[in-house]
């Protein structure tokens, strides 16, 4: 049914291709942010607390989490098109009974299934990623990729914003559906398998098991892994918070609010244009420094604004540009560094890496959706506080072994099959 002729399809290194991959690894993003503006009025059309509805957004990072685990080793044992094929059918089925969901019960267990189908996109696309670019190469890719991938925190809440007020909450997971079915075919006759080398063992618990100790205990891998999860997680409690601040607390609606995403755009655009420009000239262990300092930068600016009593839009958006400049400059730099030494098990480094990545990000959902905010104070700690996590985290496992980083060490691979 997906078989289609292998000299039919593009170079891995093609624009269209680029562009599938930019689909692939931001299909989290867009599952997660063309809804967003619909989380206040789900609580009034399917009579929910908005604990309950915070729930489809931790449950979903939950779930993206763990499934992150399997994608890995599966990616490496069978190949990256046949895994990507098997998660977006579940992410299209998922996504369709998301839609008619009649109750928030239902739609929790609906976005937990819509997860799991579409975490296969970012842990393949960035396996795929490695798989065809070296890395400093890889960096540079993942950064131009993440200048098209800015571009869906910008678009996504304002598609959701106009579906909910035009056609209410379930034209959103319809168009979703779209998106999933449109993915599942370009993947389909388009994607070429870019795993040469299979590992037969990939599966093997004993195999699976060594692969992921060997990172663990990678204190390299760990400072750049910890960046990028404690970086997210910052965003997350924004977007956790931000519909409940700024649609009830600041009375925006919710196409007003999907308007802001614009200016939030411009500061992850900025980072990645940064990065795209000057990674292979000052190195992934610098631009990650100075990514990490920004967002901190940002977190702080967002707090100062609190306790001097700037309330509103703008006291949010301006340090949250800051900080999102950061993440732009973290994210590229941060995987590449990541799964750069690691090419005979990229999979796992990247399913480990997602793992961590939405395991804070779930924590920080539940801890930013559990808070009042009638301010903007409560979300500016939350985003403060993980932002030093990561700085942290880079500067004392990363940044010490930096000159080791640019070649790929033997020993850091598994065993040949």
């Known amino acids: ?117 579409a975490c296969a996109g970012p842990v393949v696309g960035r396996a795929i990623v490695r798989d065809v670019y070296g890395r400093e190469r890889a960096a540079k890719v993942l950064s131009y990729l ?21 056609f209410g909450w379930r034209a959103v997971f319809l168009f979703l559906s779209a998106v999933a079915g449109s993915v599942l075919f370009a993947v389909a006759f388009l994607l070429d398998e870019t795993n040469r080398n299979p590992d037969r063992r990939a ?17 390299e891998y760990l400072g750049y892994a910890f960046s990028v999860a404690f970086v997210f997680a910052g ?7 931000s519909p409940f601040l700024f649609i009830d ?31 292979v000239r000052v190195g992934v262990e610098r631009m990650v420094l100075l990514g990490v300092s920004l967002s901190l930068a940002g977190g702080l600016a967002m707090v100062a604004t609190a306790l001097l009593g700037g309330v509103g839009v703008f006291a949010v958006i301006l340090p949250m540009i800051l900080f999102l400049a950061g993440m732009g400059l973290v994210f590229p730099n941060a995987m590449a560094g990541a799964l750069g030494p690691f090419p005979r098990a990229a999979g796992a480094a990247s399913a480990l890496l997602g793992f961590l990545q939405m395991s804070a990000a779930a924590a920080s959902s539940v801890i930013a959706g559990s808070l009042v905010h009638t301010t903007q104070l409560p979300m500016a700690l939350s985003i403060t506080a993980v932002s030093a996590t990561a700085f942290l985290a880079f500067v004392t496992l990363s940044w010490p072994r930096r000159d080791r980083g640019r070649s790929v060490s033997p020993r850091h691979d598994p065993p040949s099959a």
């Not at 619909?38 to 989490?65: D, G, I, K, R």
């Not at 890995?72 to 992410?91: H, K, V």
């Open 1 to 117: 049914m997906f078989k289609a002729r292998a000299t039919a399809r593009p170079h891995p290194e093609s624009l269209i291709i680029s562009g599938l991959l930019t689909i692939l690894v931001a299909l989290g993003q867009i599952a997660t942010g063309t809804y967003l503006p619909s989380l206040p009025s789900l609580v009034v059309e399917l009579q929910a607390t908005p604990v309950q509805v915070n729930l489809t957004l931790t449950v979903f990072l939950a779930a993206f989490a763990v499934s992150q685990l399997f994608y890995g080793p599966l990616s490496d044992r069978f190949g990256r098109r046949r895994t990507l094929l098997g998660g977006l059918c579940i992410y299209l089925v998922a996504s369709v009974a998301c839609t008619f969901a009649p109750d928030i019960e239902s739609l929790i267990a609906g976005r937990f299934a819509q997860a799991v189908g």
């Open 146 to 166: 993440g200048v098209a991938f800015a571009v869906s925190p910008a678009i996504m809440p304002i598609i959701g914003g106009y579906l909910q007020v035009w």
């Open 249 to 279: 607390t600041f009375g925006l609606s919710p196409d007003q609010y999907g308007l802001l995403s614009m200016f939030n755009v411009t500061g992850f655009l900025a980072g990645n244009l940064t990065s795209g420009r000057f990674t």
């Open 235 to 241: 965003l997350v409690a924004y977007i956790a918070a």
């Open 203 to 219: 599966l093997n618990i004993v195999s699976i098991g060594r692969n992921y100790r060997m990172l663990l205990g990678s204190a």
